[in-house]
């Protein structure tokens, strides 16, 4: 046995058997678990929130459906988000040449504190509406958001045919500042929904890297879809290039899974990149893309629908998608 696999054999057991030895107490005081999923071990609470803390008080009682409020430095300097799309936000923001309102929506929010590109906004006084769907993430949320009241909460499904109904109901401005859409499904019909009736300022939108830039790339809508946490997942870079075109929208940068939009009205001052080049930032990041079978397919269009189609996602079928080259006129 390697030394690595040892220690994780190690880690594994101990885990074990503190898990068991602090159940029974926890058992007998606030009932058994009921099977809460998405617990990991905090990045974005104060240091008060200790690992031991998380494993020994935390956790337990999470497994048992009671969540505590959490909360960060409100200053973002020991804040994480997946690849800093925190920190791109905010320095969009500083440097829009018009005022940025200080009203965001953060579809598909999980629980608000962890890797959230919206946190730090509410904290630093933003108001806003955080949708999600996913029961105890957005448990976890509700308890955190108590210390956040400006913020409103709502829990389902967000599809095409009800996302501007909700933001109505929420009575979002028509232009507000912040829009983060992360669904890992039909995020691409959703987007295209919202901007036939809003304009926000500053939009972040999740993309799937695994697709060449020559290819346009959906999840197609349905209802009953749910992400299997595999790459079958949302839209692709030039998929969302083409919905930006064609309402007058810019993308700005890309960072990681992250593209980052402007109204073309407030962004003449950020130089356009091409899509070529947005693809190539990604490209870089990422070491389980190969950049030379990459750049093959970003040439040959029907090789990289083939690469999509019949290997990339051949395993999905039963799950429908819009899949065509990309044709930059």
């Known amino acids: 046995m390697k030394l690595s696999e040892y220690k994780a054999a190690c880690k594994k057991h101990t885990r074990s058997f503190l898990d068991g030895a602090i159940s029974?107490?926890?058992?007998?005081?606030?009932?058994?678990?009921?099977?809460t999923k998405h617990i990991?071990?905090?990045?974005?609470?104060?240091?008060k929130?200790?690992?031991?803390?998380?494993w020994l008080i935390q956790r337990p009682l999470e497994d048992r459906g009671i969540f505590i409020p959490q909360e960060s430095n409100k200053d973002g300097s020991e804040f994480r988000t997946f690849n800093n799309e925190h920190k791109i936000i905010d320095?969009?923001?500083?440097?829009a040449t018009v005022p940025i309102e200080k009203f965001f929506v953060d579809i598909g929010a999980s629980n608000g504190i962890d890797m959230?590109?919206?946190?730090?906004?509410?904290?630093?006084?933003?108001?806003?509406?955080s949708l999600?769907?996913?029961?105890?993430?957005?448990?976890?949320?509700?308890?955190t958001y108590q210390l956040l009241p400006d913020v409103s909460l709502v829990r389902m499904r967000i599809t095409p045919q009800n996302i501007n109904q909700l933001l109505d109901c929420a009575s979002v401005p028509k232009q507000f500042g912040v829009l983060n859409l992360d669904i890992d499904g039909y995020d691409y019909y959703v987007l295209e929904e919202v901007l036939k009736k809003y304009r926000p300022q500053i939009i972040v939108a999740e993309i799937n890297t695994m697709i060449p830039a020559s290819v346009c790339f959906s999840v197609s809508f349905s209802e009953s879809f749910i992400w299997a946490e595999?790459?079958?997942?949302?839209?692709?870079?030039?998929?969302?290039?083409?919905?930006?075109?064609?309402n007058k929208y810019k993308i700005v940068d890309v960072n990681g899974a992250a593209a980052f939009?402007?109204?073309?009205?407030?962004?003449?001052?950020?130089?356009?990149?091409?899509?070529?080049a947005l693809d190539s930032k990604i490209v870089a990041l990422y070491k389980n893309i190969d950049p030379v079978l990459r750049k093959q397919l970003n040439l040959d269009s029907k090789k990289a629908l083939d690469y999509v189609s019949n290997q990339l996602f051949k395993v999905e079928q039963k799950n429908k998608y819009f899949l065509a080259a990309y044709n930059k006129k």
């Not at 929130?49 to 998380?54: D, E, G």
């Not at 595999?230 to 930006?244: D, T």
């Open 116 to 129: 959230s590109n919206t946190y730090l906004l509410a904290a630093n006084g933003w108001k806003g509406l």
């Open 230 to 246: 595999n790459e079958f997942q949302g839209m692709s870079l030039a998929m969302l290039k083409k919905l930006a075109e064609k």
């Open 49 to 54: 929130y200790s690992f031991m803390y998380f």
């Open 40 to 47: 990991w071990p905090p990045k974005n609470y104060k240091k």
């Open 132 to 143: 999600e769907i996913d029961v105890n993430a957005f448990a976890r949320m509700a308890a």
């Open 261 to 276: 939009l402007m109204p073309e009205e407030i962004s003449t001052h950020i130089p356009s990149l091409s899509l070529e």
């Open 24 to 35: 029974i107490p926890f058992n007998i005081v606030f009932g058994r678990k009921i099977g």
């Open 91 to 95: 320095k969009m923001v500083q440097s």
